[in-house]
């Protein structure tokens, strides 16, 4: 159930007071120190310092500046602070519910991989031609994907639910990058809507993911069947008949065959039936 914890590895890191203060807490303040950071660099004319912290790909692999794999999304531009705020929100209200479902560890490596999946995408690119990157919006749309696999069917804005709300917005941003073709850009969402949702599914977190249970099981391999021949069924010989009877027939002898009870007269008839079906 929405905002409800779920997983027995969720537990606050620490308390103010009596709030608790979580993992995507955590992350929601460093994001914010770096932005105030980045504007107070910025004002005393020291901004070379942000460029230390973006990703660029001849950087990385000719310089061996390998922090710009993860620092990039530290990178806060003063110009798109009212986006960063809603950024942020969303990262603290939807983070906080795929943290409590999954469980801190899993949270940890969630964020992770969203932080690393698309700057080593771009790394392989720029191989060929120099990439860059800066800045956090499709690190944190990837959690909100992760949510929207968790709880798809979860009202949000509008009444639009969680799963229609995170395909609008993947649109939104495809279409809009397709516009202007930044393909490295267009590319990074891919990775982390990509990242979001199948880490979910591989955790078996996704409630109305039938189709993927479905397509797991035919990938799948199959087990091998070994056909065993059917053992003949084995016959009790006309002794052990005669034996398991004698009982039944000294009854007979002594008392007459008034004598026998229904259960005794069925296990004579079992036996007769036996006898003359047995071949000869």
Not at 8 to 14: G, I, R
Not at 71 to 77: D, E, G
Not at 108 to 115: A, K, S
Not at 207 to 223: D, F, Y
Request: hydrophobic residues 50%; aromatic residues 12%.
């Amino acid at each position: 159930m929405f905002g409800v914890t779920t997983s027995d590895d969720y537990k606050p890191v620490t308390w103010m007071g009596r709030l608790p203060v979580d993992v995507t807490t955590i992350l929601v303040g460093v994001h914010v120190a770096a932005a105030i950071i980045a504007c107070l660099l910025i004002a005393s004319g020291a901004a070379g310092v942000l460029d230390w912290m973006q990703f660029d790909s001849m950087r990385v692999l000719s310089g061996g500046q390998v922090w710009r794999l993860a620092t990039y999304a530290l990178v806060h531009l003063p110009s798109g602070l009212l986006w960063f705020a809603i950024e942020m929100y969303m990262l603290f209200i939807f983070g906080r519910e795929v943290e409590k479902f999954i469980g801190q560890r899993a949270y940890i490596v969630l964020y992770g991989l969203l932080l690393l999946a698309p700057s080593a995408l771009l790394t392989l690119w720029g191989l060929g031609q120099r990439t860059g990157l800066a800045g956090s919006p499709a690190l944190h749309f990837g959690v909100f994907v992760a949510f929207a696999t968790i709880y798809p069917s979860a009202e949000l804005l509008l009444r639009i639910t969680a799963k229609w709300m995170a395909l609008i917005l993947a649109a939104i941003y495809t279409f809009e990058l397709l516009a202007f073709h930044a393909w490295t850009d267009l590319a990074v969402v891919w990775t982390s809507i990509a990242a979001g949702f199948l880490f979910i599914c591989a955790r078996g977190a996704a409630p109305e993911m039938l189709w993927w249970e479905n397509i797991k099981t035919r990938l799948q391999p199959k087990p091998k069947f070994k056909v065993v021949p059917k053992p003949a069924p084995s016959r009790r010989s006309e002794e052990d008949v005669y034996q398991s009877i004698d009982p039944i027939l000294e009854k007979i002898a002594r008392s007459g065959i008034g004598s026998l009870t229904a259960g005794e007269r069925r296990q004579l008839d079992r036996a007769r039936n036996r006898l003359l079906q047995k071949p000869d």
